[in-house]
């Protein structure tokens, strides 16, 4: 197909509205960049970590967020309206009016706790912006291949100069390998700008993203159904993951508990449900499970195996970082500790004013 001018003007005016061009890509000051990898004491320690330059080194899990952009507006009538379809008369008509909010109630709890068909889990559907997570992260999150869709910030039409950088807490408490960590990053930083600036011969954003290391930052979106997002939890919330891949999970998690935390509820780590440690049961031999020792969440059943002698994520680190507290299993072990336990909504007078409201639509 060949285009006008006019067609390639209108298609340059858009590209050039959400800062896709080529010309528009940032600049950048490549002697100051060299200086500040030279000089240390002129790094910025922010909230979240350290700025050299235009870039920002994250400890850890800071500042990654997740955003909830869209939702099923009232869950709770859709598995009402699914967990009943077998019932009723000739007519066929709507259920939900025919039912008390309590019963109502009734009808979705035993819905969750997978007392009834869960086919309704499918038709309540989420969708998410995640903001700053890792690249390795989203890799993770990105295999959910079932009941999910993903759709991320490019790296081969876009420029990523800008993009931030995750240095895992484990690394950023040696301040030496810290900063070796950093320089190193902000070297790949300015070969990225070199091969993408280029006045006589630059190179596209495809072939430069050659050199992206995983702790790069990436932005993306993604939908879900609810009995997906049950599958993702119980898996990525568990402490033998990567820490901004649990934190990720945390994130998402938290945005689903501030408006249904009725559905919260049931999203939890698969070991909360086992009432076990299966940090290295990963297909049921130890050779497939984690390498890292158990998190500390049930320690009476972890294993003495371990390649590295602490736990792939700590859970009090991820909730001073992201300021969020996931709940803990409910033992005396942690009722001892003064830990919040998952709440079990069993009458319909323990839900959140929320929840009693769209029960009551």
């Known amino acids: 197909m060949k285009y006008s001018e006019d067609q390639i003007k209108q298609i340059n005016e858009l590209r050039k509205q ?14 100051q960049i060299e200086e500040l990898i030279n000089d240390a004491s002129k790094w910025e320690i922010t909230d979240n970590g350290i700025k050299v330059g235009p870039f920002n080194f994250y400890e850890g899990v800071r500042n990654l967020t997740a955003e909830l952009i869209d939702h099923t507006v009232n869950p709770y009538k859709i598995l009402y309206e699914i967990a009943v379809a077998t ?3 000739e007519e066929y008509p709507t259920m939900w009016p025919k039912a008390s909010p309590e019963n109502r109630f009734y009808v979705v709890k035993n819905v969750l ?19 700053s997570a890792s690249r390795a992260s989203f890799d993770q999150h990105a295999r959910q291949r079932v009941g999910a869709m993903f759709a991320s910030q490019g790296v081969r039409d876009n420029s990523r100069l800008l993009s931030g950088f995750r240095v895992p807490n484990e690394i950023w408490r040696n301040v030496k390998k810290r900063n070796e960590v950093i320089k190193n990053v902000l070297q790949a930083k300015i070969l990225y700008y070199k091969l993408i600036s280029d006045k006589v011969q630059g190179n596209s954003f495809q072939a430069a993203r050659c050199i992206f290391q ?4 990436h932005n993306y979106k993604f939908s879900v159904n609810f009995e997906a997002l049950k599958s993702y939890m119980s898996r990525r919330l568990v402490a033998s993951e990567q820490e ?7 994130v998402v998690w938290d945005q689903v508990n501030k408006k249904f935390p009725l559905l919260a509820s049931r999203l939890r780590p698969k070991c909360d449900w086992a009432g076990k440690c299966l940090c290295h049961q990963g297909s049921g031999d130890e050779i497939f499970g984690a390498l890292f020792k158990g998190c500390g969440r049930f320690p009476e059943t972890e294993s003495n195996y371990s390649t590295f002698n602490w736990s792939c994520s700590d859970y009090e680190l991820l909730e001073k970082q992201t300021g969020i507290v996931l709940p803990y299993p409910n033992t005396d072990y942690w009722k001892s500790k003064g830990k919040p336990i998952w709440k079990e909504y069993e009458n319909f007078t323990d839900l959140s004013e929320g929840d009693r409201a769209l029960f009551s639509e």
């Open 87 to 89: 019932w009723g008369p």
């Open 244 to 250: 901004d891949t649990v934190a990720t999970a945390i």
């Open 18 to 31: 959400l800062g896709t061009l080529p010309e528009q890509a940032p600049e950048l000051d490549v002697n």
């Open 113 to 131: 706790k997978g007392k009834a068909l869960p086919l309704g889990n499918e038709a309540v559907n989420f969708s998410f912006i995640i903001r």
């Open 214 to 217: 995983m702790g790069w930052t």
